[in-house]
Nanobody, 119 residues
Framework: QVQLAESGGGLVQPGGSLRLSCTISGSINHIATMAWYRQAPGKQRESVAMFTQSASESYPDFVKGRFTISRAENTVSLQMTNLKPEDTAIYFC???????????????WGQGTQVTVSS
């Protein structure tokens, strides 16, 4: 079964940096999309970075210039710099994956990793 596992979360001071990693395991035919989402207490889950098959990177305005997504064959990472208290949230790894050529693409989520930005 396909599994996504995040790592790298923790406590960091404002202005600091943190790198998150997500390892994708299992039998995979094709990964169409890789992305990072986050969810703060009392708020909806929101996308913070996306990496598509076309090799195009996409970021919302509130993280552009601070966050960078990168990918390897089975890993997607998120480099975060100049972190702010409002970046505090649980960060989730997401991928749109087809496990076989004769099956449809499906959504896969990691369990999340906590990022806390505080002095």
């Amino acid at each position: 079964q396909v599994q996504l596992a995040e790592s790298g979360g923790g406590l960091v001071q404002p202005g600091g940096s943190l790198r998150l990693s997500c390892t994708i395991s299992g039998s995979i035919n094709h990964i169409a999309t890789m992305a990072w989402y986050r969810q703060a207490p009392g708020k909806q889950r929101e996308s913070v970075a996306m990496f598509t098959q076309s090799a195009s990177e996409s970021y919302p305005d509130f993280v552009k210039g601070r966050f960078t997504i990168s990918r390897a064959e089975n890993t997607v990472s998120l480099q975060m710099t100049n972190l702010k208290p409002e970046d505090t949230a649980i960060y989730f790894c997401y991928a749109l994956i087809r496990v076989s050529a004769n099956l449809p693409y499906s959504n896969y989520w990691g369990q999340g990793t906590q990022v806390t930005v505080s002095s």
